[in-house]
């Protein structure tokens, strides 16, 4: 299957996934969203599998334009959910990441986190690392181009640290929310007690983590389809002691700029309040994507 029909199938699957969701959140009939989604079913219905590059684009284009609609009302609504399952999936080119808006208002996790420390967070640190991973990924491409590879180790370097400083942030944001709290369920809830033994015991493996990593950095659960269990690791700065080959699915920044303003030097504080905004439902909806992935047996 080439590349167009494979994302002529991807939009199929999408179409279906918001019909659901917008099911699943009981938006009216009369809603302008179901207009347009309806709308859009049509028009990939009658797609010719057999598009244009131009016909492909109109087509992102209009999938896109819903996207945005679709997020902005359910912003509104604050649910959170909106962004895990709404995903176009294409590439991002060289030099093109952007900024993930938050998904709930700046004040919205208070009195945990500040307003503050969220506002700056996410506009300025947040945005520096975006930058930083477009300014790496093109400078590269320029190495490539010229095949001047005198600076690859610099390069490199800040393409591991603003790309993982951009993506986990973008974790980070989801894995919490207002209505957050409480412990984990379903798939998540068994997965704890089988590895760790309980939510008490792997609650007190990563805050330990969170509150002991040297310097900056950050506590993460994730998933690793290898060995098919989760695990607690710590990361330094951003992409420091990783386990290579596991995909995080709860994370926490401790980075002094996530919490000085408001804890001081009071990291335990900060570690401790922070469960209350746990969006456990983002965590769980991540492994069970995760734990899709398999890797052909050696
Ligand atoms: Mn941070």
Not at 3 to 20: I, T
Not at 140 to 167: Q, T
Not at 175 to 188: A, D, F, H, K, Y
Request: negative net charge; without cysteine.
């Amino acid at each position: 299957m080439d590349r167009f029909s494979r994302y002529v199938n991807e939009l199929f699957l999408w179409n279906g996934q918001m019909r659901e969701f917008l099911q699943s959140e009981e938006v009216g009939k009369d809603s302008e969203l179901w207009e347009k989604l309806d709308q859009f079913t049509e028009l990939i219905e009658n797609t010719n599998r057999d598009l244009s590059t131009e016909e492909l684009l109109d087509l992102q284009a209009k999938a896109e334009q819903i996207h945005e609609e679709l997020e902005a009302y359910f912003n509104q609504k604050q649910v959170n959910e909106i962004g895990t399952i709404m995903v176009v999936e294409k590439p991002v080119p060289p030099g093109k990441h952007t900024l993930p808006n938050l998904p709930y208002a700046y004040n919205a996790l208070e009195p945990y986190i500040s307003e503050e420390i969220m506002r700056l967070h996410h506009a300025q640190h947040h945005r520096a690392y975006v930058n930083g991973l477009n300014k790496a990924e093109l400078e590269l491409k320029k190495a490539r181009d010229s095949n001047d590879f005198s600076l690859v180790k610099h390069w490199s370097r800040e393409l591991s640290f603003h790309g993982s400083g951009h993506y986990l942030h973008s974790i980070f944001w989801r894995n919490m929310s207002p209505n957050g709290g409480g412990s984990p369920e379903g798939l998540l809830k068994m997965e704890i007690d089988n590895y760790f033994g309980s939510f008490h015991a792997f609650k007190k493996h990563f805050s330990e983590s969170a509150n002991q990593v040297e310097g900056v950095g950050w506590a993460l659960l994730v998933w690793s389809p290898k060995a098919r269990h989760l695990e607690v690791l710590q990361t330094e700065r951003h992409m420091l002691l990783t386990q290579w080959d596991t995909i995080p699915l709860l994370v926490l920044d401790v980075w002094e700029h996530a919490y000085y303003l408001q804890y001081k030097n009071k990291r335990s504080e900060y570690v401790d309040n922070w469960w209350k905004i746990v969006n456990w439902h983002d965590v769980e909806m991540r492994l069970e994507k995760a734990a899709d992935s398999k890797w052909p047996a050696i």
